[in-house]
C-alpha cells in the first residue's frame, strides 16, 4: 500500500516558527498554518492544490495587491 503524507511541518530556524501545510484532499485548495514558537497560530492562508513547498528568504517582500 501507498502511504501518502498530507501534511508536512517545517520549522523556520531563525524565527522558531512552524508552518504546517494541509494538502486536505487533493482535489480542493489546500491551507498553509503559521504558528509561534509555543505553538499559538498566527496565521492561515488557502493555498493552491496540495501545497508541498515553502521557501524562505531574509528580504523584505511586498504585499500582493
Known amino acids: 500500500a501507498i502511504r501518502r503524507q498530507r501534511q508536512m ?3 523556520d530556524r531563525e524565527t522558531g ?3 504546517v501545510t494541509d494538502a486536505k484532499d487533493y482535489v ?5 498554518y503559521c504558528f509561534s514558537r509555543d505553538g499559538k ?3 492561515s492562508v488557502i493555498t493552491g492544490d496540495i501545497p508541498a513547498h515553502i521557501a524562505f528568504t531574509d528580504k523584505k ?3 500582493i495587491q
Open 9 to 11: 511541518c517545517i520549522r
Open 17 to 19: 516558527e512552524f508552518f
Open 28 to 32: 480542493t485548495p489546500g491551507t498553509l
Open 41 to 43: 497560530k498566527k496565521w
Open 61 to 63: 517582500l511586498k504585499e
